[in-house]
């Protein structure tokens, strides 16, 4: 026991030399690395699509919505290979080389003269369709992307709070706040630059050089983040995670017609030898027969462990199930968020018909409005922390000021309001274009500033900063450390089927509104469709979805306080293997 002991504070000095803010610069340069490389080649996507590869607008948007679930629906299997086998490091440096890979293959795709089908001929026909050579090469770049997105975005926020995160410290919730706060706020800086220079870059030099710096910004990003590996606090992967929250429901399962014992009757759960989680809840209460000692001479060896796995599980396994269950009405209300946000390739199409001069005649590329969102995301963000925060606490004597569930609902009421002033300012533009006779034309520029749709870009930023944040740090305070990526990761969930969603919104109302005299709503002329119709429908959706969220909100007993779990103070239970079933009282 004396070796046992000397070498767990052996482990705990190495670990006190590792961490802080040494590592920071590593990892918020990949991060922002990434970010400037890989959302840079987002919004001028969709004009690659219709003038490279002739797409209409329809199916490029569902190209790029698809990607961009695809992109979203990755970290969660980067949550799993990391907190469950490979650890977040490992994640995080293979798929920074993926990404590369796949910017690679976008860059060649514009290198390539084969790689693209032949321009359209100006004589009036029509322009031939892409080989499928040419679009599996398309289709490989986006993919190989997503998967490198995957694992970064999955890991790296809940990488670089494991450098910091110390429970000991009595000011740790409030030190994770503001990680988490200036963490989305460089991001954002980041994805700002991204969409002013890169953007720039594709108008000003074309498509080679704009896909090609890209490739050289990320391949910087991953060698700096592995200059930083010696000073990394390494957080050792959960290998029963997964198979832990599998072997509760089986257990739960096959003991489903065992009756709990009540209230005033003594029970024996099973729990690991120093666990802090005795007891189960009474929430989901039909949980509770999955750790249920019924027999102790058939359920336990002489050891006190677990005979059968998949039949008895500790308190802890239905204690992380439970806390999985009981967000998810909350976390679904994210998808419809999920569908306002990703709203990036429409305003391009309209951006582009619209007087795009700034300050001092300064033109501003189409794909270069969402800076907008972005601009206004990073600095509320730096306005809550300093200054929302403070004054709220002092009023309320919350030390984080608004909560988690305020900011969510927050969010998702200014979404709905960005969608309605989206509406309206595409109708008003789309009747000065047939006023202006650019019905027929959508190459056309009209006398209509777009400085129009700014406010809908900063609307969904204000959107963003209220509700993405405040589900990341609700996640964090339901979850045990070792299922920090998970917590990330349902954020990015949430997106991914938002991104689907979408598509589908579109493709419905493609196919039903071609039926009609005046065509589809959703024409590559954006002069000839109805793009307010459909914003006006993402409005009515978010206005459902935000009385939806109030009725969750209502209903979720859950607090925020973050729970101390096992792994907080204590070895990995599995690690230490030693069991220790408890009389309590249920």
């Not at 679009?135 to 694992?151: E, N, T, V």
């Not at 809550?384 to 988690?404: A, N």
């Not at 979404?415 to 034309?441: C, D, L």
């Not at 993402?538 to 779990?565: D, H, P, T």
């Amino acid at each position: 026991m004396e070796i046992a002991s000397d070498k767990a504070n052996e482990a705990k000095q190495v670990t006190s030399k590792k961490g802080g803010l040494k590592t920071m610069p590593f990892i918020i340069a990949n991060e922002i690395l990434e970010k400037v490389a890989g959302f840079g080649l987002l919004p001028n996507m969709i004009l690659y699509l219709i003038f490279k590869y002739h797409f209409n607008a329809a199916s490029g948007a569902n190209v790029l919505f698809l990607w961009s679930a695809i992109s979203n629906f990755m970290p969660t299997l980067g949550a799993f290979l990391s907190d469950s086998c490979l650890g977040r490091f490992r994640v995080i440096g293979f798929a920074s080389v993926i990404s590369l890979l796949g910017m690679t293959l976008l860059w060649l795709t514009a290198l390539l003269k084969d790689a693209q089908p032949l321009p359209c001929d100006l004589g009036g026909k029509p322009c031939k369709s892409p080989t499928s050579a040419q679009l599996l090469l398309l289709f490989s770049s986006f993919a190989l992307m997503s998967i490198g997105a995957g694992g970064i975005r999955s890991c790296s926020l809940a990488f670089g709070a494991d450098q910091i995160d110390n429970p000991d410290n009595p000011k740790n919730g409030r030190i994770l706040q503001t990680f988490f706060n200036w963490y989305y706020a460089s991001v954002g800086v980041s994805i700002t630059i991204a969409v002013i220079v890169i953007v720039d870059i594709q108008n000003s030099y074309g498509w080679v050089i704009g896909f090609g710096v890209p490739v050289g910004l990320m391949f910087v990003s991953v060698v700096s983040f592995f200059l930083g590996s010696s000073l990394y606090v390494k957080v050792k992967a959960d290998r029963s995670l997964f198979t832990g929250l599998a072997q509760t429901i089986v257990a739960a399962w096959k003991k489903r017609h065992l009756e709990l014992p009540n209230m005033s009757h003594d029970a024996v759960y099973y729990h690991h030898k120093g666990s802090n989680i005795t007891t189960p809840s009474e929430k989901l209460r039909f949980l509770n027969k999955a750790c249920l000692v019924n027999n102790p001479e058939k359920d336990l060896d002489s050891d006190g462990l677990a005979i059968d796995l998949w039949r008895l599980c500790t308190v802890k396994q239905v204690e992380v199930l439970k806390a999985l269950i009981r967000i998810l009405p909350i976390w679904s209300t994210g998808i419809i968020i999920g569908v306002t946000i990703s709203q990036s390739a429409f305003p391009v199409l309209q951006a582009k018909t619209m007087d795009r001069r700034f300050l001092f005649g300064i033109k501003i590329a189409p794909g270069s409005f969402s800076v907008f969102s972005l601009l206004t995301l990073t600095i509320w963000v730096g306005i809550y922390d300093r200054i929302i925060v403070p004054l709220v606490s002092r009023l309320t004597k919350r030390p984080r000021g608004l909560t988690f569930k305020e900011r969510m609902g927050i969010g998702l009421l200014i979404s709905s309001v960005a969608m309605f002033v989206s509406a309206a300012v595409e109708h008003k533009r789309r009747a000065e274009a047939i006023r202006e006779g650019f019905g027929e034309n959508p190459h056309g520029v009209l006398k209509m500033s777009a400085m129009w749709i700014v406010p809908q870009h900063c609307l969904t930023g204000l959107a963003e900063a209220f509700n993405a944040i405040g589900q990341i740090e609700f996640y964090f305070s339901q979850f045990p450390k070792s299922m920090a990526s998970i917590a990330v990761a349902l954020l990015t969930l949430g997106m991914a089927v938002g991104n689907l969603v979408a598509s589908l919104i579109v493709s419905i109302l493609d196919h039903l509104s071609k039926r009609s005299k005046d065509g589809t709503w959703i024409s590559t002329n954006v002069n000839k469709g109805h793009y307010d119709y459909y914003y006006w429908i993402l409005a009515g959706l978010s206005v459902i979805n935000f009385f939806y969220y109030l009725v969750c909100a209502w209903a979720y007993e859950g607090g925020e306080e973050r729970k101390v779990w096992d792994e907080d103070e204590m070895e990995d239970d599995q690690e230490s293997h030693q069991g220790s079933p408890m009389t309590i009282h249920a």
